[in-house]
């Protein structure tokens, strides 16, 4: 059976905890807008390429990046897209780790290149400045750094993201400021506060926000690399126009609908958290998350994740993921759990965890 058309099809019944997605609800405005700019019908043109106007403004007023060129994509995939086949050629390596977000890998060898994987499913669960070091070599040419990180929920401390960009600055390495999550961190740090020059920032609406759907997000870059990166841009009419529309509001709004966000979110890490500590056998590798999501280790068990996912999702109408999307090496010891979901939502899945487990052990 195809998981996913089950799940598609059975959306509103689902307990959606598989994607990091937000289903939270956030503001009313962001439906009001997207509503209002389909009744005006601006569908019916493309939209303006440089970004809906102050779209572009509010992105880079988030992050603090005023003098940073912007570019506006579908979703922060795309723009990992473009700069992977702007950057990188035949034989050149890009440092990332194991676990990661392996479809951005997969981007890497559309050009030929080679992710050299820095195995981090041990403390302190993220690249350690010394492991970069070690892992440098002629070939490279980029450092991929997920801030905070998908799937382990860990994120870089101010320090660890200084010395990370002393070692791109002093081998002259590009590195990507994956900041998907950055939301959920509050204490986050941008690489540019060290090395701007050649950074490259990597932003998207489908977490914070709960607009995965809509397909939005952006790249921001300083000028003189940009002009260089959207030569290989994929869609040189713009995005969605209703999706920016929303955007733009969500950005507008954001002390309003944030801070319930991270609120829910919290109380439904410590509701898994508990769950997690009476199953004999299985724990968190990291607690608390900084992101939206994290990872139960189940290696002590015997549990297929693979079939772990598919029990929960056919027996239980609840989706999480299987550790195999995210790890080549470390995948069969966990399954990962995003929990920006309504707080009954989070109840639903701690109630069938155990009872899930025990079925299959």
């Known amino acids: 059976m195809d998981e996913w058309k089950y799940a598609h099809e059975r959306w509103k019944d689902v307990v959606w905890m598989s994607q990091n997605t937000n289903t939270i609800p956030t503001d009313p405005a962001i439906i009001d807008a997207i509503i209002s700019a389909a009744k005006e019908r601006v569908y019916n043109l493309y939209p303006y390429k ?33 700069l992977n086949r702007a950057l990188l050629s035949k034989g050149d390596e890009v440092i990332a780790t194991d676990p990661s977000f392996l ?12 992710p050299v994987e820095i195995g981090i499913y041990a403390d302190p669960y993220k690249m350690k400045a010394e492991q970069v070091n070690e892992a440098i070599t002629d070939k490279t040419k980029m450092i991929l750094l997920i ?84 030569k290989y841009d994929t869609n040189v009419l713009s995005v969605n126009v209703l999706a920016q529309r929303a955007a733009l509001t969500a950005l507008q709004t954001k002390e309003n609908w944030l801070p319930n966000v991270l609120r829910i979110s919290r109380n439904n890490q410590e509701k898994i958290k508990s769950a997690v500590e009476k199953i004999d ?47 080549k090496r470390f995948g069969p010891k966990f399954f990962r ?17 155990g009872p899930a487990i025990e079925s299959l052990r």
């Open 147 to 230: 801030d905070p990180l998908n799937p382990l929920g860990t994120d870089y401390r101010r320090n660890e993201v200084k010395a990370i960009c002393e070692m791109a600055k002093d081998n002259d390495l590009w590195i990507v400021d994956d900041i998907t999550y950055r939301d959920f961190s509050e204490d986050h740090t941008l690489t540019t506060d060290f090395y701007p020059e050649k950074s490259i920032v990597v932003y998207s609406f489908s977490k914070n926000c709960g607009m995965a759907g809509m397909r939005i997000g952006a790249m921001l870059a300083p000028p003189d690399v940009m002009k260089d990166l959207v």
């Open 337 to 353: 759990v995003s929990f920006t979901v309504p707080e009954d939502h989070c109840d639903r899945f701690v109630e069938v965890l």
């Open 103 to 114: 479809p951005i890998h997969h981007q890497m060898t559309l050009s030929e290149a080679k």
């Open 50 to 82: 440089k970004g809906s106007f102050g779209l572009p403004e509010a992105i880079k007023d988030d992050l603090g990046l005023p003098d940073f060129d912007i570019h506006i994509t579908n979703g922060g995939i795309e723009a990992l897209y473009i």
């Open 281 to 327: 056998g299985a724990f968190l590798p990291v607690f608390p998350s900084f992101t939206n999501m994290f990872v139960i280790d189940i290696s002590e068990l015997g549990i297929d994740p693979d079939k772990f996912e598919e029990k929960l999702l056919y027996d239980h109408d609840v989706f999480v993921r299987s550790g195999n999307y995210v790890s």
